[in-house]
């Protein structure tokens, strides 16, 4: 209370006096009851004292109701409310006994009571007031100027009749009383304080979403009112503790990472707040860190729910710990209660931001957020009008079969390791988002024009291609990537994502790994590719697939030893289709499947077609390339043995081939698969090898047969690539024959590059320079004329043996005369 009050505190204290009004009662009460049971004893007759208690409960009544219904009067009211308590007092003391009557004691009870009720200047007013009453009723019946009421015959008046001593032991008893009411009212003006003060921080936290704010907020608020030197609130960050906030402490940044304490273990087990009376380094070595030689610590725990969130710990001012107030103790506990419970839900606020912003598997940022800075920088783009934006669309090739064959928490294992090795080649200020599934996208801003964008995906498809440790297994993929910039045709962020998407989208059609800039007439190129799809779904159905057969020749004798079969479509309108216009479209949307059941079934009956007429070699093999898709299903070698066993085939003349990329992806199912081909004795060859990852080990694990050596590595010339795809040939071959495998090289279109296989020992030559596809019904025609060179290339070298047979011995003849001659001649 101050000295200064106003209106509404004596209105407050009007109504904390309301409870003296029962007082007044039980005073009104004892005096008549102590009339009734000792009349004789009275100074005025009964009937005189008990109007004179009815007229003081009547006014008291009167004054309440005053007080209650005119607040602005309270104060006025409460002083003749006390004023004639002490009349009525002063009265009835003087009515029954006068020095000696007990009722005297009465007016200790009121002061007592006003002084506990009220406060402590209230009741030395009240002291005053009744020393004054008492010591005119004691003096003036000394003084006879009142009739005498002492009853007690023979009575004298002793000590306690005396004014001056009845008035000091009075006063003594009311310094004492208001010392306590005086003690009790600063306590109670204290815990007002404090309960304002959580009130006020416990707001102020609720409107407050930072964990770093929370705990600056609550530590300035204990050590502006309590006045703590040091403190520091910590944060439990999983194992570890995290410095939210200081005071006092120097050297020691926000968000520093600390071991936890032992003593803050021990806090949050007891669940109360523990006093050190000093920091010990052996014992709390963390704290000793943070407040060297600091004593008299309190550390509170801060427990939410169960769970620890962290701790406030404050050195204390001054004194032995003891000290401390139980008061300022509770205080500091509630508030790191109260602490805790919003850091917690702060902490889970910001993690439903991150939900609401973040990808929650890769932690970069998602589809909304990424819209969200996209719009914004549009919005912007004026300002800078000489710079552009752009949006690079990145998608994972392939990366259904890597989730397919290794599993879905492989496959969220190689999305994580693709984001943080995207992050690691984007520039600063540049932002990644997922945007759901394998699809990426980066906005990259402040640019000179498109050309940067355009090394960034020349760089990201470079680096993204090497491999990935996934699963215990090395996985390699590739990206596709589509680029849009922003520019005056686009319509918000939306707009600009689809034009970066249908980008992406073109460049997957091309045969993937590469990039597209996006521009308009690519959506036309999206429709289309889209009917085609819806088309290729029925082409089984409709009987609109062929195959052609392009021959592999045995390099060291030029005998036709295998075809390659080779889908094409003909489509009613367009013609016929090669199968890189489409093969692409049918893995994406689940054709492939029903398409390589029909090309391995074509493939047998041709063959057994081919034998029946004898139009072929016997021992002649054909190829069928298959999909990674399709050696993942369970029962591929079950649908192999019927399509042989329908059309009368050995196993041994099916040759299974299958991509190195494919197979750089295999699971156990895929090698269960081809081991299921071998034992059925089918052959099975890595189709465009060279041109992936497979290494040495590789080999190793796969049954694989032969090798294809891609048509890259057969081109012929004087330049650096040219003599390092050769190098690389003969090593591929070389390999291959220390393992005991075959090796065809693809794409022979010159005799020289023929020539150059054929001395590195490569096993079959593939390419325009021996044949084209062909229609089945050419193929017997092929097979003659590789039987005829065959036939004319063992008849010459038949006459060439005899020529040099003949020469031998011409030369043998001509050696013999010679030595006859040499024996003649005369010495």
Excluded at 23 to 46: D, H, K, N, Y
Excluded at 329 to 350: D, E, K, T
Excluded at 409 to 428: K, M, P
Aim: proline share 4%; net charge neutral; aromatic share 6%.
């Amino acid at each position: 209370m101050t000295a200064d009050r106003t209106h509404t505190d004596y209105a407050a204290l009007g109504d904390r006096l309301r409870y003296l009004l029962g007082l007044r009662f039980a005073l009104a009460a004892i005096t008549v009851g102590f009339g009734l049971a000792s009349p004789t004893t009275l100074g005025m007759p009964l009937e005189t004292l008990g109007g004179m208690t009815i007229g003081y409960l009547v006014l008291s009544v009167a004054l309440q109701w005053l007080g209650h219904r005119a607040p602005a009067a309270s104060f006025a009211v409460l002083t003749v409310t006390l004023l004639v308590d002490g009349l009525f007092l002063a009265a009835a003391m003087y009515g029954t006994g006068g020095t000696q009557s007990p009722m005297r004691f009465l007016i200790y009870l009121h002061l007592v009571a006003v002084s506990l009720l009220a406060s402590y200047r209230t009741g030395l007013k009240i002291a005053l007031w009744h020393s004054l009453l008492l010591f005119v009723v004691l003096y003036a019946q000394g003084a006879a100027l009142l009739p005498p009421v002492d009853v007690l015959p023979g009575g004298s008046i002793g000590l306690d009749g005396v004014p001056a001593l009845n008035v000091t032991a009075f006063w003594l008893f009311a310094l004492a009383t208001s010392l306590f009411s005086a003690m009790n009212e600063r306590e109670l003006r204290q815990r007002r304080a404090d309960l304002e003060t959580l009130v006020r921080v416990s707001v102020r936290l609720d409107d407050e979403g930072d964990p770093v704010h929370q705990a600056r907020l609550v530590l300035g608020t204990l050590v502006g009112r309590y006045r703590f030197p040091r403190g520091v609130v910590l944060g439990a960050a999983e194992d570890q503790l995290l410095v939210l906030g200081t005071h006092g402490i120097d050297g020691r940044p926000d968000g520093e990472l600390l071991a936890v304490d032992p003593v803050i273990v021990r806090a949050w087990a007891a669940r109360a707040p523990l006093a050190l009376r000093r920091i010990r380094a052996d014992r709390e070595p963390v704290l000793a860190g943070l407040m060297p030689d600091a004593r008299h610590v309190i550390v509170a725990p801060m427990v939410a729910d169960g769970r620890p969130v962290g701790a406030v710990v404050l050195e204390h001012r001054g004194g032995a710990i003891t000290g401390i107030e139980r008061r300022v103790m509770g205080v500091v506990a509630q508030l790191a209660s109260i602490a805790a419970l919003n850091l917690r839900n702060a902490v889970l606020l910001n993690r439903v931001r991150d939900l609401a912003e973040r990808d929650s598997l890769t932690g970069a940022a998602n589809r909304r957020s990424f819209q969200a800075t996209l719009e914004r920088v549009l919005e912007n783009a004026g300002e800078r009008a000489s710079r552009i934006s752009a949006v690079l669309f990145i998608d994972l090739d392939d990366f259904k079969i890597v989730n397919d064959t290794l599993g879905h928490a492989a496959g969220d294992e190689l999305l994580v390791a693709v984001t943080h090795r995207i992050s690691t080649l984007v520039r600063d200020g540049d932002l990644v988002a997922r945007l759901g599934g394998d699809e990426f996208a980066i906005l990259t801003q402040d640019l000179p024009d498109l050309r940067r964008s355009r090394a960034m995906a020349e760089r990201l498809i470079r680096e993204l291609r090497s491999p990935y440790q996934v699963a215990g297994r090395i996985v390699s993929i590739s990206v596709s990537i589509g680029i849009a910039g922003a520019h005056d045709a686009i319509d918000g962020a939306a707009d600009m994502v689809r034009n970066a998407d249908v980008a992406m989208y073109m460049a997957k059609a091309g045969g993937k790994a590469g990039f597209a800039i996006f521009d308009p007439g690519m959506h036309q190129a999206i429709r289309e590719r889209h009917e085609l799809a819806m088309e290729l779904k029925q082409a089984v159905d409709l009987d609109q697939l062929v195959l052609r057969y392009q021959p592999i020749i045995e390099l060291g004798t030029g005998r036709l030893a295998g075809v390659e079969a080779l889908v094409r479509w003909r489509h009613p309108e367009k013609g016929l289709i090669a199968p890189g216009q489409f093969i692409e479209i049918a893995e994406e949307h689940g054709s492939i499947l029903p398409i390589g059941r029909w090309v391995l079934r074509e493939a047998c009956r041709q063959t057994a077609a081919w034998r029946a007429a004898g139009a072929t070699p016997e021992d002649m093999f054909v190829g069928v390339n298959v999909s990674a898709r399709e050696v993942q299903e369970a029962g591929f070698v079950d649908g192999v043995r019927e399509a042989l066993s329908e059309f009368g085939v050995a196993a041994s003349l099916l040759v299974i081939e299958i991509t190195e990329t494919a197979l750089l992806r295999a699971t156990p199912t895929t090698i269960e698969t081809l081991r299921g081909l071998r034992d059925l004795g089918a052959r099975v060859v890595i189709d465009d090898f060279g041109t992936g990852y497979f290494s040495l080990s590789h080999l190793r694990q796969f049954p694989v047969d032969a090798l294809k050596i891609a048509g890259e590595f057969t081109q012929e010339g004087e330049s650096e690539t040219a003599t390092r795809s050769s190098a690389l040939a003969a090593a591929i071959v070389a390999m291959a024959r220390s393992l005991g495998i075959e090796t065809v090289a693809e794409g022979i279109e010159t005799s020289a590059q023929a020539d150059r296989m054929r001395s590195l020992q490569c096993t079959y030559g593939q390419g325009y320079f021996f044949a084209q596809p062909l229609l089945p019904e050419e193929l017997p025609e092929v097979a003659t004329a590789c039987e005829a060179a065959m036939t004319a290339t063992a008849e010459a070298k038949a006459m060439a043996e005899a020529a040099a047979g003949a020469r031998r011995a011409r030369r043998t003849r001509r050696a013999a005369r010679a030595a006859v001659a040499t024996e003649l001649s005369p010495a």
